[in-house]
């Protein structure tokens, strides 16, 4: 009998101490020191060019005499809770899409493929994602914030490029709020594709790609362009040429 009571005793002060948690976090959030991603979710801050973006949008699609501060900050919060969003359902991902594939591994050839076509429409959204759940548990615990921060294409890019891991660790190190594009080139010179590697030949289809689209556009009964835009579009069609002539 005297187990028994001590076991409810322990369960009471458990209970007891999760209540008074739970009270306490409901009167911070009752005041407003405590955001729905507390304890939840690692919100990253924004860079100073993503902060001052918002500042342009708000600025731009603004009356002249409106006071946006109040909305900014409301804004750059949201934003950065967005991005914690992302990254916390890419580690979800990437997590269970792990355990599949060893679950499957007892299976034959092309059973994971299969899987990820049936769950998520095709191959290279769920490869993202497990690539970042993988890259993000190899690299130094100090490196998380950054990593959080950075574009996801760029990360995508950066787990997937064969390399020193210490290498792909300067490269998030160094990052302070370049744009995606100017990461993407720095991680390609960093770690150039093999000719004989299948994704070295993805720039060819993107820009077949691009050119088709471009076409469709142009045979569009209600595209009408002025003088003008035809005269831009000339000129970027005789860039293009010069550019491909060189290669």
Known sequence: MSKVNSFLSERFKAATKSLSKMTSLAEMSSKGDLSSFSGVFRVTPLSTKEQE???YILREFGEESQDIQMDLQSLIAITSEVKAIQNQA??????RIKKAGEIL??????AFSAWLIATYGNRQTPYNFLQ???FYNSISNLLHD?????????????????GPMEKKEE??????GQPKQELLVLIRKTFPLEKTDKRASDHAL??????????????DPD??????????????LQSLQTLLSRK
Request: aromatic content about 12%; charged content about 25%; hydrophobic content about 40%.
């Open 90 to 95: 890419a580690m979800l991902h990437g997590e």
């Open 171 to 176: 490269i998030i190190q160094n990052y302070h």
């Open 223 to 236: 595209f009408t362009p002025s003088v003008e835009q035809k005269q831009k579009i000339q000129k970027h």
């Open 206 to 219: 993107h820009i077949v790609a691009s050119l088709l689209k471009a076409k469709e556009f142009l045979q």
């Open 105 to 110: 591994k007892g299976y034959k050839d092309g």
């Open 53 to 55: 973006y918002i500042a």
């Open 132 to 134: 970042y759940f993988e």
């Open 146 to 162: 950054k990593l959080d921060a950075m574009p996801r294409q760029a990360v995508y890019s950066l787990a997937s490029r064969n």
